[in-house]
């Protein structure tokens, strides 16, 4: 929780609007990738960590920042902006 107000003002900078955009789009693709994994697990933890191994494997910048991936998929699911919501 100690990264997500440096988040917040990250994303609310209009000098970040490329970023903005950015995030809302993978927001959006994880979402439609959540909706099939949903049905084989009902945990969350499992789903978060699934997207944390895609990540890694998928882009190798990413694979070396598994911290930095952990915080912003923390982020995206603290805000709601993935997972279900109630």
Do not use: W
């Not at 927001?27 to 978060?48: C, G, P, R």
């Not at 923390?74 to 902006?81: G, Q």
């Amino acid at each position: 929780m100690v990264y997500t107000e440096t988040i917040d003002r990250f994303l609310a900078d209009p000098a970040n609007g490329q970023s903005l955009e950015y995030y809302e789009g993978v927001v959006e693709e994880f979402n439609l990738k959540l909706v099939a994994k949903y049905q084989d697990s009902n945990s969350f933890d499992d789903i978060f960590n699934y997207l944390v191994d895609v990540l890694r494997k998928r882009d190798g910048i990413l694979a070396s920042r598994v911290r930095l991936v952990r915080v912003m998929l923390f982020y995206m699911y603290f805000h709601c902006d993935i997972g279900k919501v109630s």
